[in-house]
């Protein structure tokens, strides 16, 4: 069966760096867009970006811009978000989750990972 | 970007009865909307694509309608696995979007 499988949860201190993967298996990877989402405690989900792994580009929210990297290793199926110089504001569970290359049309989110607490703490 | 409102934020309903959710975009999305239930501890799970049609495994009771900056889902009878949040989440433009929630909760 489909399954997205994250990274243990993280503490981090302001201005670091914290890294998210997103282990996948039971379909064909390079078929499916991973996308990244986060929710901030008590908030609904706000959404990052997403990475094709066929090619390696993406599409980033501007709010993320210059902050984010995604990548990805076709090799062991994973996928990677990067988050640099992390504030308070970015304490958050953060969800990998695929939709299918192609059309506007299929850009639906049709399975999840586990999710990933990041906390920003000095 | 496209801001998303959802509308109630809690709704108030007993076991067996109709509810319906309410998702308003602040510009046209066509029909690429969906819906998303969550309950606490879990992630998302995808009920709804393309503004109405049920993914694998949503229960008929789900349906979806709405178009444009419009939505609703609808739940016909409300089973005790239903109580969680409910999102609606648009895919026509860019960034993607989600709308704020609403909590559907025993009465």
């Known amino acids: 069966q489909v399954q997205l499988v994250q990274s243990g949860a993280e503490v981090k201190k302001p201005g670091a760096s914290v890294k998210v993967s997103c282990e996948t298996s039971?379909?064909?990877?390079?078929?499916?867009?991973i996308h990244w989402v986060r929710q901030a405690p008590g908030q609904g989900p706000e959404w990052m970006g997403r990475?094709?792994?066929?090619?390696?580009?993406?599409n980033l929210a501007q709010k993320f811009q210059g902050r984010v990297t995604m990548t990805r290793d076709t090799s062991i199926r994973t996928a990677y978000m990067e988050l640099s110089s992390v504030t308070s504001d970015d304490t958050a569970v953060y969800y990998c989750?695929?939709?299918?290359?192609?059309?506007?049309?299929?850009?639906?989110?049709?399975?999840w990972g586990q999710g990933t607490l990041v906390t920003v703490s000095s | 970007e496209i801001v998303m409102t959802q509308s109630p934020a809690t709704l108030s309903v007993s076991p067996g009865d109709r509810a319906t959710l309410s998702c308003r975009a602040s510009q046209s999305v066509s029909r690429y909307l969906a819906w998303y239930q969550q309950r606490p501890g879990q992630a998302p799970r995808l009920l709804i694509f393309?503004?109405?049609t049920r993914a694998t495994n949503t229960p008929a009771r789900f349906s979806g309608g709405g178009s444009g900056t419009e939505f609703t889902l609808t739940i016909s009878s409300l089973q005790s696995e239903d109580f969680a949040v409910y999102y609606c989440?648009?895919?026509?433009?860019?960034?993607?979007?989600f709308g704020g929630g609403t909590r559907v909760e025993i009465k």
């Open positions: 989440q648009q895919y026509g433009d860019w960034p993607r979007t």
């Open positions: 393309g503004a109405s």
């Open positions: 989750a695929r939709s299918l290359l192609g059309s506007y049309s299929l850009d639906y989110l049709d399975s």
């Open positions: 990475i094709n792994p066929e090619s390696g580009g993406g």
């Open positions: 039971g379909y064909t990877f390079t078929a499916y867009y």
